[in-house]
């Protein structure tokens, strides 16, 4: 690539209004009663640092993501394959078996190095498929240019994919659970009814960029259907006309610490005197485009899967009637039913918090996962 054309893509991840860029902490970690898997990742321009530990009543395995059954081509990379061991011979530490008990790594690992150039930054999606919209600059606020095609993004490029696999000698299925959080590093920064506004207050407002993380799982033995699109930060506001971030946000409150008439800024050209507005959906509310629709969506919480996180503490729900299901071991290999999941993790470009000035938010993700029979879904 040309200096030139670097620089142009350097530019264009750098002046949106929303752009958000994950260089510090993100925590995967998925726990259960029979099973646990915590993933401590780190995202940043030099790559990610992880963590694993699942009970042996499970077994699970991450490979990149992808449209075929990987299953066999995992079991290949083992101890007993003396071919792909002489390939690998160099790499440390070495993958000898599925992973159970207790496993520290990094991406230097051939299991992760398809997400070693993560470098996350403004995509919109309903968590299944993933674009990059044209972007047009009026004052402050960059808005979609629809004349424009939109780029497809880049899994483990501008958005974080893997798939999950999941074995067992036993025919589970296995449940999100309640208590799964996503939330920021320093959450105390913006605890509370708060307002913050002005240069002074820049540094605490980062961990407000955790407003437009959003998290989706599909069951990838269903077709890739979602099973779930997660909000985990509706109680956190950016206002894109003021500059103000508002934290606190409930259901029972009003004005600005209401869920209710808190979209994100547009850019009107329809109207002389007032071209910028404030969108009417809610905190709760999930935005995105698509890049056969030029018109923007809307799905509101408890429609289409999507779960936002209302109680203010960052977990998906208060109880175990919002644990859901994600998967069921299905598929036959000699003593073990197996199946996997794809989780991602996107920074949602046409929510009101994905915006420049608060580059460098930090969020942790802890996915806890148990194995049930049935659970509730947050709608459909």
């Known amino acids: 690539?040309?200096?030139?054309?670097?620089?142009?893509?350097?530019?264009?991840?750098?002046?949106?209004?929303?752009?958000?860029?994950?260089?510090?902490?993100?925590?995967?970690?998925?726990?259960?009663?029979?099973?646990?898997?915590?993933?401590?990742?780190?995202?940043?321009?030099?790559?990610?640092?992880?963590?694993?530990?699942?009970?042996?009543?499970?077994?699970?395995?991450?490979?990149?993501?992808?449209?075929?059954?990987?299953?066999?081509?995992?079991?290949?990379?083992?101890?007993?394959?003396?071919?792909?061991?002489?390939?690998?011979?160099?790499?440390?530490?070495?993958?000898?078996?599925?992973h159970h008990g207790e496993l520290n790594f990094d991406f230097s690992d051939q299991e992760f190095k398809f997400m070693d150039g993560l470098f996350m930054s403004?995509?919109?999606?309903?968590?299944?498929?993933?674009?990059?919209?044209?972007?047009?600059?009026?004052?402050?606020?960059?808005?979609?240019?629809?004349?424009?095609?939109?780029?497809?993004?880049?899994?483990?490029?501008?958005?974080?994919?893997?798939d999950l696999y999941i074995r067992s000698k036993n025919n589970y299925s296995i449940a999100l659970m309640n208590d799964s959080s996503i939330e920021p590093v320093n959450s105390n920064s913006i605890s509370g009814q708060h307002d913050y506004t002005g240069d002074a207050?820049?540094?605490n407002m980062k961990p407000g960029a955790i407003g437009a993380?959003?998290?989706?799982?599909?069951?990838?033995?269903?077709?890739?259907?979602?099973?779930?699109?997660w909000i985990p930060a509706p109680n956190v506001w950016y206002n894109g006309l003021t500059d103000h971030l508002y934290t606190g946000l409930t259901a029972n409150s009003?004005?600005?610490?209401?869920?209710?008439?808190?979209?994100?800024a547009y850019y009107d050209e329809n109207d002389a005197t007032n071209k910028l507005k404030l969108t009417n959906e809610g905190t709760t509310t999930h935005a995105f485009y698509s890049a056969n629709n030029a018109n923007r969506t809307t799905w509101a919480n408890g429609s289409n899967k999507v779960k936002a996180s209302t109680a203010g503490n960052y977990?998906?729900?208060?109880?175990?009637?919002?644990?859901?299901?994600?998967?069921?071991?299905?598929?036959?290999?000699?003593?073990?039913r197996y199946g996997r999941i794809r989780v991602n993790l996107w920074i949602e470009g046409e929510d009101s918090e994905a915006r420049l000035r608060l580059v460098n938010g930090k969020f942790n993700m802890s996915l806890r996962f148990d194995i049930k029979e049935t659970a509730t879904e947050p709608g459909s």
């Open 315 to 336: 977990q998906l729900g208060s109880d175990n009637t919002d644990d859901i299901v994600v998967l069921t071991l299905q598929n036959q290999d000699n003593d073990y």
């Open 122 to 162: 403004e995509v919109t999606g309903d968590g299944v498929s993933f674009n990059i919209p044209k972007l047009m600059q009026y004052d402050n606020v960059a808005y979609i240019d629809k004349t424009q095609a939109f780029e497809k993004a880049t899994p483990n490029d501008n958005y974080m994919s893997f």
């Open 1 to 98: 690539m040309k200096k030139s054309d670097e620089l142009r893509v350097r530019t264009r991840k750098m002046i949106a209004k929303n752009l958000i860029v994950l260089v510090a902490l993100a925590v995967v970690a998925f726990v259960g009663a029979y099973s646990w898997f915590s993933k401590t990742t780190t995202a940043s321009a030099q790559g990610i640092n992880a963590s694993t530990k699942m009970n042996d009543k499970l077994e699970f395995y991450i490979m990149p993501p992808s449209d075929t059954d990987q299953y066999n081509a995992i079991k290949k990379r083992f101890v007993d394959n003396a071919a792909w061991n002489a390939e690998h011979s160099s790499e440390t530490p070495r993958r000898t078996d599925w």
């Open 213 to 229: 993380v959003r998290m989706s799982i599909l069951n990838c033995e269903a077709n890739n259907e979602r099973e779930l699109l």
């Open 201 to 203: 207050a820049e540094a």
């Open 254 to 264: 009003s004005g600005d610490y209401s869920f209710s008439g808190k979209g994100s």
